[in-house]
Structures are given as structure tokens and as C-alpha cells.
């Protein structure tokens, strides 16, 4: 693949991936991701209803920016802060009808 300023070689590991730590791995674990290639592949939003439904509780949904910016990464985006994908994640629930969800 050829590289541009915006694509990157995959980091090796989860932990490799800029904006993840310690319970972001642990929500990996949780939603059984184990790999950057297995996160390659999925869907930030998803992610974000899965952890909810296995922990019982609503998370912050800024944690969904993690999970797009980790996404974007293990596709082999250029790291860059969680926050960057705030507005892309508010625009992406207003699409998806998802904005008014109710609290659990």
C-alpha cells in the first residue's frame, strides 16, 4: 500500500493505537476484540450498543469518538486525538436517527 500523509502502516497491537489505554483495552475485552484487524472491520456505533448491552449502563458517548478514531487507525488512518471525531460522531447519530436515544 502506498503510503500518504494519511494513511499509515496498522499498529501491531491494540494498545499500540493512539487513544487507548487501560479501559479502552478493557471494552475491547469485553466486545471480544482482540486484534487491530478484527477492529478494522468493525463499526464504532455498534461497538458502542454492544458495550452497552453487555455492562448493564449507558456509556458517555464520547465513547464512541474512541472507538472511530481507534477505527479509523486500524484501517490504517494517521492517529490524531479522539476529539477529532466528536462532530463526525454527532452528525453520523443525527443520521442514524439515534440522537433522542433513550437513557438507560
Do not use: Y
Not at 31 to 46: G, Y
Amino acid at each position: 500500500m502506498k503510503k500518504t500523509p494519511r494513511t499509515i502502516d496498522r499498529p501491531a497491537s491494540l494498545a499500540d493505537l493512539a487513544n487507548v489505554g487501560p479501559a479502552t483495552l478493557a471494552d475491547f475485552r469485553v466486545l471480544d476484540i482482540r486484534t487491530v484487524a478484527q477492529l478494522a472491520k468493525q463499526d464504532a456505533f455498534k461497538l458502542f450498543e454492544r458495550l452497552c448491552d453487555r455492562t448493564g449502563k449507558r456509556h458517555d458517548p464520547c465513547c464512541i469518538d474512541v472507538f472511530l478514531s481507534a477505527i479509523d487507525q486500524a484501517r490504517g488512518g494517521a492517529p490524531c486525538p479522539w476529539w477529532h471525531f466528536t462532530e463526525q460522531r454527532k452528525q453520523m447519530l443525527v443520521g442514524r436517527g439515534a440522537a433522542g436515544r433513550k437513557r438507560r
